[in-house]
């Protein structure tokens, strides 16, 4: 009987806690069990609770982690006393901060005991009313776990109650930015370099994780889509070579989930709103740090028409989310000249000038070098919520719950008389939850102080919040891919551009994408990678560019020149599939020897595939023997086109010999030909001395 009473009057001194005041140091002074639970909370419902009388109900599961049995093992909440009043005292809740609470009475189930490695179901039940909440608010809400009459565990979360208020708390916009961006898995335009793209499409790989949500067709979100990752998935549909790092050439066969992912990816956004990133989602502001500031309008140009073609419908290049929604005015001069007005940001890349104690409104104007530009502010809170936290139990549950938390407080922040608009969007490079996503994004469908609008929809007020300039710091500065990388990069874009310029018609350089590949902004943290992507595409352009030769071209490459001037023919070939012109400049290596005869036009050769051109060039030699000079291919704007060759001319004098020969043997038939007159003139006086001599004698 005593050690009943005792039994009991420990039990009544576990639940009825003296401290209504918890801390992290409390956490801290857990047993030295206090891993040996692993509390996992699965669902709160309602979201909402709108009434004193409605059920709420917490549902999860205890495990025992330990190696030894747990027991009795009792759940209970840690109920609030009073509501948060304002963001900032959420924020140190959730850091382990003290609040008002205590420990319930009612709301506990106790589990006798628990097997090392089992787990148990559990729900605690409970009302507003039991849980003294009266007014529209945020509240604390804590599950604990103890054992033996010990706290091993506690998870901290919210639970928001809306009663129906007088006035009605305004509805405030949100719109959700969703994006579908990897990394380029090919260097040349038949290559890939790894093969992590299939596996991303299949299974519960990344990829396929985003298509369920787009299949889902969420109400208003807008989607960024890059294109160059359509183009890989496009070129997976058809044989290809796979050459990793470790150089080992594989030829795979046309991959038919790549089609049916495309063809789904198709179906899923018809109907949705799309935005194209710029092509490959360039280093727009390294790009523009180093110089290279076609890059970006060329991306921007080849995003809308790849888009177009493998999506079937007009998809937007209007809105730009720059690498880790950080941009500076250079950065943001760039987008504007390629039409892009509007640009989606990390907040802190635009924060509230002078700073508020509110959450300011998600647009914003600034000015660029083409005029005023809209600025989209992602909120940082709501957005975290968008992915799970990596390790922690009960996370999607966690998420939600903070989601509707930080949307309830921002709406119902006091001295905010004005609608404003939130934009919510995670990572860029994001690797979420479907069902976890899914959702959260139907929870905030249903929050009766959120309505959820599209992106573009969302514009700058009047009365907006005034923001400092854009802000861009030494540490995002260093975060750009590198000048060393850059100029590898723009080295072989010189080279690659000559593989258009050296066409008739001019057309597009079939390694325009390819080079815009290398100024993703995915090889800031794998540099490695995009330096053997830039290896890969200058070998392929350089194949390219040999397509094209100057005949004979060698290192002993002579030519015989007949005299002190004559013509030198020099031959390209064609070996492109496509017609070509082209100027050949030759300049002579001794100037004082050798000149060039010419009427300083450049020599033009118009060559048809698979064919070759000869120009005729005119050179005089002031002596005779060896001298040089340099051939070199030119397009026609003047660019030279391969490396500088070298031609011996070699001059033989024969023509002036020859002339001498010829004077020489004239002279001596000439002189023929007078003693032959000379003698036929001598026999026929001595023929009529003779007849004149004979008539005489008769």
């Not at 369920?212 to 183009?231: C, E, G, H, M, Y």
């Not at 250079?330 to 987008?335: E, I, V, Y």
């Not at 975290?384 to 938390?405: I, M, N």
Request: hydrophobic share 40%; glycine share 6%; aromatic share 4%.
């Amino acid at each position: 009987m005593i050690r009943k009473a005792t039994l009991l009057s420990v039990l009544i001194a576990a639940l009825l806690t003296p401290s209504v005041v918890t801390t992290a140091s409390t956490a801290a002074a857990a047993p030295v069990n206090a891993q040996q639970a692993k509390l996992t909370l699965e669902s709160i419902t309602p979201d909402v609770p709108s009434r004193l009388t409605d059920e709420i109900k917490v549902s999860g599961k205890v495990t025992n982690a330990g190696t030894t049995p747990m027991g009795p093992v009792v759940i209970r909440l840690w109920l609030p006393r009073q509501p948060f009043a304002d963001r900032a005292a959420m924020e140190a809740y959730l850091a382990g901060g003290p609040v008002a609470e205590y420990a319930s009475l009612t709301s506990t189930i106790t589990i006798p005991s628990l097997a090392a490695g089992g787990s148990a179901p559990f729900e605690l039940v409970t009302t507003p009313a039991a849980l003294t909440v009266r007014r529209f608010g945020v509240y604390p809400l804590g599950v604990e776990v103890l054992n033996n009459w010990q706290p091993v565990t506690k998870v901290r979360t919210f639970l928001t109650y809306a009663p129906p208020t007088t006035p009605p708390i305004p509805k405030t916009k949100v719109a959700f930015a969703l994006p579908i961006i990897d990394q380029p898995h090919r260097s040349d335009d038949s290559i890939f370099i790894d093969e992590t793209l299939r596996t991303s499409l299949l299974g519960n790989g990344r990829l396929a994780d985003l298509l369920r949500i787009a299949q889902s067709k969420p109400k208003n979100a807008t989607w960024f889509v890059d294109p160059a990752l359509l183009d890989d998935v496009l070129a997976m549909t058809r044989a290809h070579e796979v050459r990793p790092k470790s150089g080992d050439k594989t030829h795979r066969p046309a991959d038919a989930s790549a089609r049916q992912w495309l063809d789904q990816l198709r179906t899923a956004l018809a109907g949705q709103k799309v935005v194209a990133t710029p092509y490959a989602d360039p280093d727009v502001a390294a790009l523009a740090h180093q110089g290279l500031d076609g890059m970006t309008d060329k991306a921007v140009t080849i995003a809308s028409s790849t888009a177009r073609e493998l999506l079937k419908q007009d998809v937007p290049t209007s809105i730009a989310w720059p690498v880790a929604g950080k941009i500076d005015d250079d950065g943001l001069d760039l987008l504007t000249v390629s039409k892009v007005s509007t640009v989606l940001l990390n907040a802190d890349n635009l924060p509230p000038d002078p700073p508020v104690t509110t959450t300011p409104d998600a647009a914003a104007t600034i000015n660029s070098v083409s005029g005023p530009v809209t600025a989209l502010l992602a909120e940082p809170g709501l957005s975290r919520t968008l992915e799970l936290e990596p390790g922690v139990a009960g996370s999607s549950t966690l998420q939600k719950q903070r989601f509707v938390a930080e949307s309830a407080l921002i709406a119902a922040e006091p001295g905010v008389t004005t609608p404003r608009s939130l934009v919510v969007a995670p990572a860029r490079r994001w690797n979420p939850n479907p069902t976890h996503v899914m959702n959260l994004l139907k929870t905030a469908e249903g929050l009766p102080w959120l309505t959820s609008v599209p992106l573009d929809s969302i514009k700058p007020g009047k009365a907006a919040t005034p923001r400092s300039g854009l802000i861009y710091t030494d540490d995002d500065r260093k975060a750009e891919l590198s000048k060393k990388y850059l100029d590898s990069v723009r080295r072989v874009a010189g080279k690659a551009q000559l593989t258009s310029s050296i066409t008739a018609d001019l057309r597009p350089s079939d390694f325009d994408r390819a080079v815009l590949r290398l100024t993703s902004s995915a090889w800031r943290t794998k540099t490695g990678t995009g330096s053997r992507e830039v290896k890969q595409v200058d070998q392929a352009v350089e194949d390219d560019l040999g397509l094209v030769t100057i005949t004979g071209a060698a290192a002993d490459w002579t030519r015989e020149l007949a005299g002190e001037e004559g013509q030198i023919p020099i031959s390209v070939k064609n070996q492109r599939k496509e017609t070509i012109s082209l100027t050949v400049d030759v300049s002579p290596n001794d100037p004082d020897v050798l000149t060039i005869v010419s009427d300083g036009k450049p020599k033009r050769l118009d060559i048809d595939p698979g064919q070759s051109g000869t120009i005729q060039v005119k050179m005089r030699s002031k002596t005779s023997g060896d001298s040089t000079v340099t051939v070199r291919l030119r397009t026609l704007d003047g660019k030279a086109y391969d490396a500088p060759r070298k031609l011996t001319i070699r001059t033989t004098g024969y023509t002036g010999i020859a002339l001498v020969i010829i004077g020489a043997a004239l002279s001596v038939m000439l002189a023929a030909v007078v003693m032959r007159i000379l003698r036929r003139r001598s026999q026929r006086r001595l023929a009529r001395t003779a007849k004149v001599r004979e008539n005489e004698r008769v």
